[in-house]
């Protein structure tokens, strides 16, 4: 199992490239599946999540040729409408394929998603939603069995907003028959994204990038070549390397019109950022200030930047208090963040933090994906080596990571 050594106190300086988005990417790879044309994808990120997924998609005779960052997909000859328990149970996004397979072959055979570290994160929207546009399901030995001729479009109201659960149907409507309303739909810039490439295909979608999404069912859709959209997220996170560490980094390939919310808290913790339309500069030359938020749906602030985002309160001048409103367990990195000497309680989704002088380093373990990024962040500004394990779960979502913060200056490294 890797592990990253870190040596902290290092400043950070100079450029990083940013990648493809890891949550558009999934998406975006199964609406291949929807179309007997070539898909020709660019900007999609080295993560282990779409080798994954690739490999899963492969499975069902989804042509698929990669070449770095390009992948062209083609959905000519699938003959197996079905995502296996071994393929599911390593990563959730798999459920993706449901909607798409449904929706172009009228069956699909999906296994149902285990509970993972931060929540137990059911499916049942995704269900009720096609059974809405007339999919018969039943839940046999731990699979979905979903049947129907041909999808009708109807109105669906989702209890609750849903990214993958807004994915689903949206690519399912796509090839209904007549209109489709999703009432609830997620923003997240992820989410357009994928409606971006959708109407490519040719779909017939209105209100892209509102929580309205009206599609028209067409009877097939074409090929299409798309840019992935890059990822806020790792943005996100390197900026939060840089408010801990202290530096002068530069980011590239970055949209900075769809990280509002982050900007906005990274400003009040005092970093000073230069933004162009793909591209931001940050200096860090002081203690960060504490910020306080509650993590919402966007645009509000994103539960994926909330682990981050901790790590710099635990190293400011004073208190803050972070609530996670999203998933009910996602604080697994509070321990492992006091160990490195964080002054850090949870009470239910509320985390009250102190913040420190200096942390000092540790051995750590990483819980989930954005709890490793968060504990390399902490182990950037402790003083000292900090030795983080089971670093699978950050290459799941982080192409590369230890590479690209070596090259500002950080010193770390993979050990097998
Ligand atoms: C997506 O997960 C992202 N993953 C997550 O990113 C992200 O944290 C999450 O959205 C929230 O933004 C991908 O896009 C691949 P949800 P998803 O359905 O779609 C409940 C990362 O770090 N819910 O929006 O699985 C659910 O339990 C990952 O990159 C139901 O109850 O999240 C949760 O409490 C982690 N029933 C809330 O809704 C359902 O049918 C939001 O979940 C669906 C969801």
Redesign the pocket.
Known sequence: MDKLLIQGGKRLSGEIAISGA??AA??ILCAGLLTAGDLELSNVPHLHDVATMLKLLGQTGLQVKQDGERVTLNGSAITRLEAPYEMVKTM??SILVLGPLLARFGEAKVSLPGGCA?????????IKGLQALGAEISIEGGYIYAKCKKLKGTRIVTD??????TENLLMAATLAEGETILENA?R?P?VTDLAHLLVAMGAKIEGIGTDRLVIQGVPELHGAKHAVISDR?EAATFLCAVAAAGGDITLRNTRTDIMDAALDKLREMGLEMTIGDNWIRAQMNRRPTPVSFRTT?YPGF???MQAQFMAVNTVADGASRVTET???NRFMHVQEMNRLGAAIETDGNTAFIKGVEQLIGAPVMATD??ASASLVIAALAARGETLVDRIYHLDR?YDRMEVKLSAVGADIRRIK
């Open positions: 890891k949550n999934l998406p959730r996004a931060i929540g137990s994160r059911p499916v049942d929207q995704h609750m907003i849903t990214v993958t659960g997620a997240e992820e997220i749906e994103p539960t994926d999203i998933f009910e994906l954005r979502g």
